[in-house]
Structure formats: structure tokens, C-alpha cells
């Protein structure tokens, strides 16, 4: 079913976009496991990914209650409800691409990373 796709799709991208594009690649594995550590975030929360997230769902809701009959055939414009046959792609890059601007900021202000410095 294409259901999974729509909420599959936004997480992926948000998953490829903080790796490859934010972080290049450069994981501070120690501070994954710390209760304060850098990717903690606001009590646990990134709130940046849980919007990126949201609105990377949302284009594909309507085509979603369309295809499960909770919105009759019709009732949904058909660009909009044809957009929930490619929820992956439309959600994998909606939802990376708004990460990648919402995030941007705290990279470009945060300091050099020191991953390199101590696997040395």
C-alpha cells in the first residue's frame, strides 16, 4: 500500500539529508549515548525534523483519504490526490529539503567539529 510510503518517504529524507548534507558524514558516536549531548536537542525533541516531517506528510493526505473512501472519489482536486501515488518521492524530498533550511542555520553558527581531532 502506498500509505507507508507517505510516512516512510519524509523520514527517509530527513534521515539522508542530516547525514549526508548537514553532517558530512561526521557522527560524534560517544555523544549519541549521552543524555546531553549534541543531538539531544530541546528535551529530546527536534523540533526542526518534527516540522520538516509534518509538512512532509501533508501533501499527501488528501490523495491518502481519497484512496482509503474516507473522502469520496471527486472531492479532491486531481494533481492533488495524484501526488499520493509518488508520496515517497514527494515526501523523501519536501521533508529533506525544509530540514536541510530549517537546519542550516545552527550548522553554519555551531563550531568546527571535533570528530576528527579525537579519532586522532
Known amino acids: 500500500m502506498v500509505g507507508y510510503s507517505a510516512l516512510l ?31 539531544t536537542y530541546q528535551k529530546g525533541v527536534n ?7 509534518a509538512l512532509g506528510i501533508l501533501p499527501n493526505i488528501p490523495g491518502f483519504l481519497q484512496a482509503v473512501g474516507a473522502l469520496p472519489a471527486g472531492t479532491v482536486w486531481p494533481w492533488l ?28 553558527s555551531a563550531p568546527a567539529s571535533s570528530v576528527a581531532a579525537e579519532l586522532v
Open 47 to 53: 523540533y526542526q525534523a518534527m516540522l520538516a516531517l
Open 81 to 108: 490526490a495524484g501526488i499520493y501515488y509518488y508520496a515517497w518521492f514527494v515526501g523523501f524530498l519536501l521533508a529533506g529539503g525544509l530540514y536541510v533550511l530549517l537546519m542550516r542555520p545552527q550548522f553554519r
Open 9 to 39: 518517504g519524509p523520514i527517509g529524507g530527513i534521515m539522508i539529508a542530516d547525514y549526508y548534507l548537514l553532517r558530512h558524514q561526521q557522527l560524534d558516536v560517544p555523544d549519541l549515548y549521552r543524555q546531553q549531548g549534541r543531538y
